[in-house]
């Protein structure tokens, strides 16, 4: 499975954004996804997970900001951060379990 990330940027803390991971190939639909971030300096740490029928589960730090989604008819995954805050400055990444996007710069300034 190849996987695209895309929705990073720039900004203002407080603000929010929608990242997407497409995938291409068939098995979308039956394959749990996780989206996980870097942050400059720092090892590469988990924050979600959505398994087929939609089952959600996150990471204790973005518990409450974080929203993981899926449309498996667009074979997209979704992550919707609220509230951001500098310290969310990474770069997010969504796998497979096997296989990792590219990834997408989120940077939080004002």
């Known amino acids: 499975v190849q996987l695209v990330e895309s929705g990073g940027g720039l900004v203002q803390p407080g603000g929010s954004l929608r990242l997407a991971c497409t995938a291409s190939?068939?098995?979308?639909?039956?394959?749990?996804i996780a989206w996980y971030r870097q942050g400059p300096g720092k090892q590469r740490e988990w924050c979600a997970t959505?398994?087929?029928?939609?089952?959600?589960v996150y990471a204790d730090s973005v518990k409450g900001r974080f929203t993981i989604s899926r449309d498996n008819a667009k074979n997209t995954a979704y992550l919707h951060i609220k509230n951001l805050k500098p310290e969310d400055t990474a770069v997010y990444y969504c796998?497979?379990?096997?296989?990792w996007g590219q990834g997408t710069q989120v940077t939080v300034s004002s």
């Open positions: 959505i398994t087929p029928v939609n089952y959600t």
């Open positions: 796998f497979t379990g096997v296989d």
């Open positions: 190939g068939s098995d979308f639909r039956t394959i749990d």
